[in-house]
């Protein structure tokens, strides 16, 4: 059998299928509040039948899809290696940045952030979301490699990155996202 052999029930509408459904609870709505938010356009019953690989999607409805989920049209595939999807964790939700703590953007701030050194920095937490297949679309959590990415970014060390990410309203605060 064909690996890539689309037809419904296959091992690859399956395997797209369970991506499908992967990002979605990444992103925590069901079936019934994508149908809803979607003003009716991916159907609950159908959405599901997609993510069981009882029915093939087309591509057009694949990138309509990945545009309702704000995700990349490819984070929606899986790769050869793919076997069981990435199921979203949850140290993403640690408190706000402290010295010796975690560093967590806020991605809704970071989306309504303004100016290069916004998009800079959102084209490397979008670059850090596809590497870790993350995308819960609220928080990022940010490792000490990616810290040092963020300092040459900001133009600070990678002691002043978290200062500098706080001064800019982008680190993450319980209570406020």
Do not use: H
Request: aromatic residues 6%.
């Amino acid at each position: 059998m064909d690996p890539q052999d689309d037809t419904p029930g296959s091992g690859y509408s399956r395997r797209v299928g369970n991506r499908i459904r992967t990002i979605r609870r990444q992103k925590r709505l069901s079936l019934q509040e994508v149908e809803a938010r979607s003003e009716s356009e991916f159907k609950a019953s159908v959405l599901g039948a997609y993510e069981r690989g009882e029915r093939a999607i087309s591509v057009p409805r694949l990138q309509r899809l990945a545009l309702f989920y704000n995700v990349p049209v490819e984070q929606l595939l899986p790769s050869d290696a793919d076997t069981d999807p990435v199921e979203p964790t949850s140290d993403e939700e640690e408190p706000a940045w402290v010295p010796g703590q975690k560093v967590v953007i806020d991605l809704s701030r970071q989306a309504e952030a303004v100016g290069p050194e916004a998009e800079m920095i959102n084209r490397y937490l979008t670059i850090i979301q596809v590497k870790r297949q993350d995308f819960n679309g609220r928080v990022l959590t940010i490792r000490r490699d990616d810290l040092q990415a963020l300092a040459a970014i900001l133009d600070t060390s990678v002691d002043g990155a978290a200062p500098r990410l706080a001064e800019l309203g982008l680190l993450y605060r319980p209570g406020t996202g």
